[in-house]
Structures are given as C-alpha cells and as structure tokens.
C-alpha cells in the first residue's frame, strides 16, 4: 500500500482498497484507517485536520476519533467504518471491512 516511513507522525493521506477511497492516518507511529467520506456531505476526510486521534471533517467539522471511526461530535449521527492496519518491512497493509461486523473468510 504505502510505505510507513514516508507517512509522519501526524499526517494523512488516502489509497484505493477494492475500489474504496481509505484515509490512513499515522498517529505517534500507531497506523489506522477508516472509510475516506464523512457520512453528512460525503466530504473526504482525508483533506481534513489530524490532532491527536481526532480527524476532523473539512467540510461541517464533524470530528471522528481515528482508532474506531465513532462520532464525537457533529451535524451527522454516524461513525465511520475502520479497516484493519498492519505494517511489515516499512509497508502499510490495509484490509478493507468493518470492525465490529464479521470478518470475511481468510
């Protein structure tokens, strides 16, 4: 996917997983990745603020913690769904479903 020393502590940037635009977030070297469309316009969260593990939309600044997609505040009542992130050998993998929801077969 990308390669885990070209993403900062603190930056963002977003990839195609099976046809699904993904914000992939480096917080303090911890990698996680969620759904990159804000539930309330559709705004890609990946053109957003990072602080901390709160991304923020830039549209309606909804804010969404990054390690589980919640909501923590906003116009919308919807959280965001995460992908799973593992890093090998200085690259980032995502795995495209929804924590909290049935893992597809492996």
């Known amino acids: 996917m990308i390669r885990a020393s070209e993403l900062a502590p603190?930056?963002?940037?977003?990839?195609?997983?099976?046809?699904q635009r993904i914000v992939i977030a480096n917080v303090d070297g911890a990698f996680?990745?969620?759904?990159?469309v804000c539930g309330h316009r559709g705004a890609p969260l990946s053109r957003g603020t990072l602080t901390g593990y709160v991304?923020?939309?830039?549209?309606?600044?909804?804010?969404f913690d990054v390690r589980t997609g919640?909501?923590?505040?906003?116009?919308?009542?919807a959280d965001v769904p995460t992908c799973d992130v593992r890093v090998e050998n200085d690259t980032v993998y995502v795995r495209r479903y929804d924590r909290g929801f049935e893992?597809?077969?492996r």
């Open 10 to 19: 603190g930056a963002m940037t977003w990839a195609v997983v099976d046809r």
């Open 32 to 36: 996680y990745a969620l759904h990159d």
């Open 55 to 63: 991304l923020e939309c830039p549209l309606h600044y909804a804010t």
């Open 70 to 77: 919640k909501l923590l505040s906003g116009p919308i009542s």
């Open 103 to 105: 893992a597809p077969p």
